[in-house]
């Protein structure tokens, strides 16, 4: 399953240390949804929100994300539950 755009957003910046590291609140369930869900479709949390929020702000070239299946995820053990 691919996500849409091909390239994450942002990706073709040239110095990705631009990105300011930001804190959130999520509670530990969609926490370890979202990344059990991103490892289905192959990619992490990062790029998944980063796409998100782009697709929320109407960037250009941003076409809305596919969601995995939740029967491929919801079984599935995450590497990394933190």
């Not at 091909?6 to 300011?20: H, L, V």
């Not at 999520?26 to 929100?49: F, K, N, Q, S, V």
């Amino acid at each position: 399953m691919t996500l849409a755009p091909t390239e994450p957003y942002g990706a073709d910046m040239p110095n990705a240390s631009r990105n300011t590291p930001r804190q959130v609140r999520i509670p530990d369930d969609l926490w370890r949804d979202l990344g059990r869900a991103a490892a289905a479709a192959g990619t992490d949390r990062a790029t998944i929100t980063r796409q998100l929020y782009a697709w929320y702000l109407h960037r250009p070239g941003v076409k809305q994300i596919v969601r995995p299946d939740p029967e491929v995820w919801r079984e599935q053990e995450p590497d990394d539950d933190k």
